[in-house]
């Protein structure tokens, strides 16, 4: 968890700062999201025990391709079965094992996939509502501004969020093959 942690914090912030300690580049956080990996892929291989394995071995194979270091992001990634998918689990039992997304997205209009690279092409991966409202017009954020079209990936306060799949190690694998101009291989 602390490797999938540190993924998003390289992902999401500008800059690291680590226990108080000096303004650092966010790639500080893939550095340790590796050394967590790594760790942690040794931990199950002593417990036999291959869901964390393939978990760990996604979730490093994703910070070396963010270091830009795809031949090693391969050797991870080609050991992931296709199959494989990691969750962060949410539930129903009580507030804080909910998934905020779901309230933000479908009730609240805190985010919308208005004017995204999703809507404009259609992404299958990401379907959404063009929400109306009474009078036939777009339902607005939460701004009043913005147009609000709902996603509809998740939808309730339950729902599983993938932290890693086989499917995205497929993908990587075809990226790093693409980066060295071999089409054949990425197909």
Not at 65 to 94: E, I, M
Not at 121 to 136: Q, S
Not at 139 to 150: L, P
Not at 153 to 171: E, H
Request: charged share 20%; glycine share 6%; aromatic share 8%.
């Amino acid at each position: 968890f602390a490797g999938y942690a540190n993924r998003f914090l390289g992902e999401n912030v500008c800059e690291a700062v680590i226990d108080g300690g000096p303004r650092q580049p966010n790639t500080e956080h893939f550095v340790r999201a590796e050394s967590l990996f790594t760790r942690a892929l040794t931990l199950a291989g002593a417990q036999n025990n291959t869901a964390l394995s393939n978990a760990a071995l996604a979730g490093r194979a994703q910070v070396r391709a963010w270091q830009n270091r795809w031949t090693d992001a391969v050797a991870d990634a080609v050991l992931v079965p296709a199959t494989f998918r990691h969750n962060a689990v949410y539930s129903v039992n009580t507030t804080r094992e909910n998934l905020d997304l779901a309230t933000q997205t479908i009730n609240r209009r805190e985010v919308t996939v208005f004017n995204t690279v999703w809507v404009a092409d259609r992404d299958v991966r990401v379907p959404y509502d063009t929400v109306r409202t009474a009078t036939g017009g777009f339902q607005t954020g939460q701004d009043g501004t913005t147009r609000f079209f709902r996603q509809r990936k998740y939808i309730t306060l339950g729902d599983p969020v993938a932290l890693a799949r086989g499917s995205d190690m497929l993908l990587r694998r075809a990226v790093a093959a693409l980066r060295g101009n071999d089409v054949a291989a990425a197909r």
